[in-house]
């Protein structure tokens, strides 16, 4: 069963910048795409950026484009998203997910807060 645990939120500036980190296990890592989504309190989960199994396509939201960086790395099993310029709007908890086996696995989730 895959298994993913995100880590690395906390409190920020406006105009500051955090790294979120996701750690997986129980899957082949090398081998799935792996997802970054958000929820604000009140509204569904957005989705953020995609990064491909090789890690050499990404795509993101319009809400987050040129701002937020995710990256791949594989011998650490782990995903990063490197948020900059960060804004009262990026509010929400932070979740990494993985299609494995027809399934969709979450981690628990990091709260990130934009606030002066």
């Known amino acids: 069963q895959a298994q993913l645990v995100e880590s690395g939120g906390g409190l920020v500036q406006p105009g500051g910048s955090l790294r979120l980190s996701c750690a997986g296990s129980g899957f082949t890592f090398s081998s799935y795409a792996l997802n970054w989504y958000r929820q604000a309190p009140g509204q569904g989960r957005e989705f953020i950026a995609a990064i491909t199994s090789a890690g050499d396509n990404t795509i993101y939201a319009d809400s987050v484009k040129g701002r937020f960086t995710i990256s791949l790395l594989i011998n650490k099993r782990t995903t990063t998203l490197q948020m900059n310029s960060l804004k009262p709007e990026d509010t929400a908890v932070y979740y990494c997910?993985?299609?494995?086996?027809?399934?969709?696995?979450w981690g628990q989730g990091t709260q990130v807060t934009v606030s002066s």
């Open positions: 997910n993985v299609l494995y086996n027809g399934d969709y696995y």
